[in-house]
């Protein structure tokens, strides 16, 4: 008798065509709900996505919300099962770590412009805001980014105790302290003025110069210093100068 042949999936040519299209065109050929329904493939191997894709960006509003969202909201929708949410979830997260191990090892941040690159990475596809102090050597490279601290959009505390903790175990001479508005505008609001006036305080009693705090939102990024609203630590009287 005859091997019975597996019968292949429904819709396994439409996945063949789609990859196909991707290969010679790339992702940018694909809708929004392509795209999801493309990366599904990869969580759901034998389903049709397509319709989940349409829920997911019918759910969030468009492409870049799902990507945002957190496991538990993803995994209410019809279809995203906890292996899905969860690769979903994870791309931003491999986006941002990509983005940071592809950046310079160990460049210079003595110009604006670099330690803004340097800096963007942090806070890719983050909602809330957080809080880095980059601690530099003499030569302005990078020792370390310790994270001070993270909290809803619009409301981040800096752990000063840590912070100095941090910096002076990490052996800096200069530091660069940098924040996100994941909501609103790259622009230095009052609080973030008062928080550079204390972290410059804290950092110049230890020796440490607070050199530019830079606030990162979508698609911009603001240098206090280059502004000129940079306050700092002037040693000869103990105190920050604005």
Known sequence: MPEKKTAKPIHANHRDRMRERVRTAGL?????????????????????????????????GNFCNVLEADEEELAKVEGVGPAAA???????GFSRYYALKKRAK??????????????????LGLNMEVMYLIALDEKFVPLRDIKITEGIPNRVQADLSRMA?????????????????????????????????????TLG???????????VADGDSVSMRQTGRMPYYDPKNGDVQY
Not at 172 to 189: D, E, F, M, R
Request: aromatic fraction near 6%.
């Open 86 to 92: 969860r690769m979903l979830h994870a791309m931003l």
């Open 165 to 201: 903790r941090a910096a002076v175990a990490a052996g800096c001479t200069c530091a660069i302290l940098a924040h996100n508005h994941p909501h609103g505008l790259a622009v230095p609001s009052q609080i973030d003025f008062a928080t550079t006036v204390t972290v410059a305080r």
């Open 106 to 123: 160990r460049p210079s941040l003595q110009k604006t412009p670099a330690a803004i690159q340097y800096v963007e990475p942090l806070f």
């Open 205 to 215: 009693l230890l020796g440490i110069d607070l050199l530019d705090h830079i606030i």
């Open 28 to 60: 940018e050929s694909l809708a929004e709900h392509e795209a999801l329904e493309y990366l599904l493939f990869y969580a759901i191997p034998r389903q049709d996505t397509n319709p989940i894709a349409h829920r997911l960006i019918e759910h969030f």
